[in-house]
C-alpha cells in the first residue's frame, strides 16, 4: 500500500500520511489507461493502480486538455468578454489576463444569445485591445448566421415560436 492513513478524529493532515519507500512499481501494479471503445466501469481499486498521463496546459492552469468546462452567471457580468479574451488568447497565441496560450490553435467560439452586430463590434474592441488582428483560427458560431436554425428573440415570430 502506497499511503499509511493514522486514525484520526479530525481532518487527514500531511502529518498524519506516511509514506512508503518502495519504489511505484513494488507498491501495487501500475497499469497504463487505455479509453474503451464501449462503456466501461473500473472499481475504486482499479482506479487507483492505472496510469493516466498528465493533462496538457492550453491556457494556463484553467483551460487543460480533455477538459469540458462552462461559464455563467448573470446578465451583464461579462462573460462574453471574458470568453471572447480567451478565445482570442489561444487562438492569436497572444497573452490574456497575465496567461499566455501554450501554443496558437484553432478555437471555435459558440454564441447563442449575442445578435451578431454587437458581436462583431466587441470582437474588433477585444483584438484592438490585445493588439492583434482578429484571428484566422477563431470561428465564430451564431445562430444568426444560419437561417431558420433556432427562432430569434429578437422578432415577434421567433418569439411566437418560442411560446408553443
Not at 479574451?85 to 501554450?102: E, N
Not at 447563442?112 to 463590434?121: A, L, Q, R, T, V
Request: aromatic share 6%.
Amino acid at each position: 500500500m502506497a499511503l499509511k492513513v493514522k486514525a484520526s478524529t479530525g481532518p487527514i493532515e500531511e502529518r498524519h500520511i506516511k509514506k512508503s519507500n518502495k519504489p511505484v512499481e513494488q507498491r501495487a501494479q501500475i497499469i497504463k489507461f487505455q479509453p474503451s471503445k464501449k462503456m466501461t466501469l473500473l472499481t475504486a481499486e482499479d482506479l487507483t493502480k492505472i496510469s493516466i498521463p498528465s493533462r496538457r496546459k492550453h491556457w494556463g492552469k484553467l483551460i487543460l486538455s480533455n477538459q469540458t468546462g462552462m461559464f455563467y452567471g448573470p446578465r451583464g457580468c461579462g462573460k462574453t468578454w471574458l470568453l471572447m479574451g480567451i478565445a482570442i488568447s489561444m487562438s492569436s497565441g497572444v497573452s490574456f489576463l497575465d496567461y499566455q496560450p501554450t501554443n496558437k490553435r484553432r478555437v471555435i467560439y459558440l454564441d447563442g444569445e449575442m445578435d451578431i452586430s454587437s458581436f462583431k463590434n466587441r470582437l474588433i474592441m477585444m483584438c484592438k485591445s490585445l493588439e492583434t488582428p482578429p484571428p484566422k483560427n477563431l470561428s465564430i458560431f451564431t445562430p444568426e448566421s444560419f437561417a431558420g436554425l433556432l427562432p430569434s428573440i429578437t422578432d415577434p415570430a421567433g418569439q411566437a415560436q418560442i411560446d408553443q
